[in-house]
């Protein structure tokens, strides 16, 4: 017996809404390794006036119901500093992007994606770059490998069968980002200490912790460099001021001074790296859910945080230092600083570093100096419309 037929229709109102962010948790609860985000963070993200990449974006929600039963969602949404960027950098004018993906079955998920399509054909976009869930320094990119744990904070768990159900739909792989782990608790290869210990005779050189007390100087230090060092990446968008202010207001609670380092050279500062405690390890407990005790635990495990996993979410070099020597070597300084203080101060045995783009050379060649692999593998695909 055929299945009724799917339609697909904007999200109107707070209901539909309710139910596009509900979706993922049904759909996706009998999955032990997916993490339940936290659902006041979800509308926050989704919700104009609170997330401010709606400042810069165009969005749309779509649910897909089949008799009666809501059966997926997807987002589609054009970025307009992505449309101001070079062609040649993944994205330019005419690129949209469609994310926030859930469906229950192929038929679901074409049908979900068509309507994407066509919505962004509607807006004048000529290619689709996707799955992009909303922004490029949210959850980029499609899970395809490490189905088999649980992510970090702030990274994609996908149903296994999506891929193929994408891939049918015309999409080809654009590019491939990376996550690496490994065993915090060793030591790094020989050479490596031998660089750091380098390093830590240069009177130029000085690797620092943050200062919280000085938020807004250190994030405004970190954004700058951020900029300017993914600014040639594949897929970059700006980071803005007001973005930045948001991100840092809601990683507030996850920043350690001792996790986190900036680099100087005579003062300047060139290069920093931030790392988070894993703060999935207490949501996946409590189920994605604050209330009623929730939030107790999530407190409690704030205030002194034992996570088996740090991640590194991100790091930059300014460009006049990349593919230079004193580029890897503050890399392996900051590293290492902070592999030592996560041991020590927090218990932590395992580190998670990325995601990195697989073409990423300079990035590449760090992870696998320090012996790590990749344990997570997302695709980001494109097509034209």
């Known amino acids: 017996m055929s299945q009724s037929k799917v339609s697909v229709a904007p999200v109107a109102g707070k209901g539909d809404l309710n139910e596009f962010i509900d979706l993922a948790y049904r759909l996706n609860k009998d999955d032990p ?18 997330n ?24 589609a949404h054009i970025d307009e500093l992505a449309l101001a960027q070079p062609p040649e950098q993944g994205m330019g004018p005419g690129t949209g992007n469609w ?17 994407a399509e066509e ?20 959850e980029p990119g499609l899970l395809v490998k490490g189905h088999d744990h649980p992510p970090t904070v702030m990274m994609g768990h996908d149903n296994p069968a999506y891929q193929a159900w994408i891939e049918n739909c015309g999409y080809q792989p654009a590019k491939r980002l990376w996550t690496y782990e490994l065993d915090v608790t060793q030591e790094f290869p020989p050479l490596i200490q031998r660089i750091v210990a380098s390093g830590e005779k240069n009177p130029k050189v000085r690797v620092r912790q943050v200062d919280k007390k000085e938020f807004e100087r250190e994030a405004a ?9 993914w600014s040639e990446n594949w897929g970059f968008v700006p980071f803005t001021e007001k973005e930045a202010k948001y991100a840092g207001k809601k990683m507030v609670p996850l920043i350690r001074e001792d996790l986190n380092m900036i680099a100087e050279i005579d003062g300047e500062p060139v290069a920093f790296m931030l790392t988070w405690p894993d703060a999935n390890e207490p949501i996946r ?6 209330f009623p005790f ?44 902070i592999r030592r203080n996560a041991v020590t101060h ?40």
């Not at 401010?52 to 997807?74: E, K, S």
């Not at 060649?365 to 997570?376: G, L």
């Open 33 to 50: 390794n997916w993490v339940p985000p936290l659902r006041s963070e979800v509308v926050e993200v989704l919700t104009p006036g609170k």
């Open 294 to 337: 929730g939030w107790l635990k999530m407190l409690l495990w704030l205030r002194k945080p034992k996570p088996r996993t740090m991640r590194v979410p991100l790091m930059g070099v300014k460009k006049k230092l990349q593919n230079s020597r004193m580029a890897s070597q503050l890399a392996f300084m900051m590293i290492e600083y």
């Open 346 to 385: 927090y218990g932590a045995s395992r580190g998670e570093i990325g995601w990195i783009l697989e073409d990423n050379k300079g990035m590449v060649a760090i992870a696998d100096a320090i012996e790590s692999h990749v344990n997570r593998e997302y695709v980001i695909y494109g097509k034209p419309l």
């Open 285 to 290: 407990e409590i189920g994605g859910k604050l």
């Open 99 to 115: 994310g926030l993906f859930e469906a229950t079955d192929e038929d679901v998920a074409r049908a979900l994606i068509a309507a």
């Open 119 to 138: 919505w962004l054909r509607g807006q004048g976009m000529t290619k689709v770059v996707a799955p992009i869930s909303l922004s490029m320094w949210e």
């Open 221 to 229: 230090i970190v954004i700058d460099i951020l900029n300017d060092a």
């Open 52 to 75: 401010p990449f709606h400042d810069h974006a165009r969005v749309q929600y779509f649910l897909a119901r089949r008799d009666g039963q809501t059966v997926g969602r997807i987002s």
